[in-house]
């Protein structure tokens, strides 16, 4: 059974910094693309960024390029998403997906930016 | 970026009976390979989304056949064949043949 079990939410104040990870198993994670996808409070899906399966393309939503960076360890079966410069409205339900089209998700992690 | 709309966005409905969302995107979404990279994902109450069908038609495993997905170039259709108590929640499309990929704003789908 896929599984995808994401940590490393919390509440962090404007300009810090979060790391999140998505430990996956279930799959032989080497060979998927992986994505990030998350929801603010009350509101639609919004895709954040994606990785190649050996790391060697990224991809990034405009409003998080130059403050986020996705990455993966998969000797460890893990990605990856470290979060700096953190705003208001990052603010959302953070969920590690498998491969580009989203074909299995996990059930989130929650990122509260505020003072 | 391309832009996704769903109609209607809310839609209420009675058990039994077929219901159908409409999702529309601002440019065509036939990739250069030939494929159409449209899929629907479903999302219940207080649970994380789950992927319905993707390229357009195709049903993901376990996913009833009760739903249906068609369309082309920039319009697309699901369909909830007879709706079912289970089938309450928000239903979005996303497409993935140009970067950034992008998602509708939603339909709820309700009890009537």
């Known amino acids: 059974e896929v599984q995808l079990v994401e940590s490393g939410g919390g509440l962090v104040q404007p300009g810090g910094s979060l790391r999140l990870s998505c430990a996956a198993s279930?799959?032989?994670?080497?060979?998927?693309?992986m994505s990030w996808v998350r929801q603010a409070p009350g509101k639609g899906l919004e895709w954040v960024a994606n990785i190649k399966q050996d790391g060697s393309e990224k991809y990034y939503v405009d409003s998080v390029k130059g403050r986020f960076t996705i990455s993966r360890d998969n000797a460890k079966n893990s990605l990856y998403l470290q979060m700096n410069s953190l705003r208001a409205e990052d603010t959302a339900m953070y969920y590690c997906a498998r491969m580009r089209m989203l074909d299995q998700w996990g059930q989130g992690t929650l990122v509260t930016v505020s003072a | 970026d391309v832009v996704m709309t769903q109609s209607p966005l809310s839609l209420p409905v009675t058990l039994g009976q077929p219901a159908s969302i409409s999702c529309r995107s601002s440019?065509?979404?036939?990739?250069?390979?030939?494929?159409?990279?449209l899929n629907w994902f479903q999302q219940r109450p207080g649970q994380s989304p789950r992927r319905l069908i993707y390229r357009v038609s195709n049903r993901d495993s376990g996913v009833p056949d009760r739903f249906s997905g068609s369309g082309s170039g920039t319009d697309f259709t699901l369909k909830i064949s007879r709706v079912e108590a289970e089938d309450v929640g928000v239903y979005y499309c996303?497409?993935?043949?140009?970067?950034?990929?992008?998602f509708g704003q939603g339909t709820k789908v309700e009890n009537k």
């Open positions: 279930g799959f032989t994670f080497s060979n998927y693309w």
């Open positions: 440019q065509s979404l036939v990739h250069s390979d030939g494929n159409t990279y």
């Open positions: 996303m497409q993935g043949t140009h970067r950034p990929l992008t």
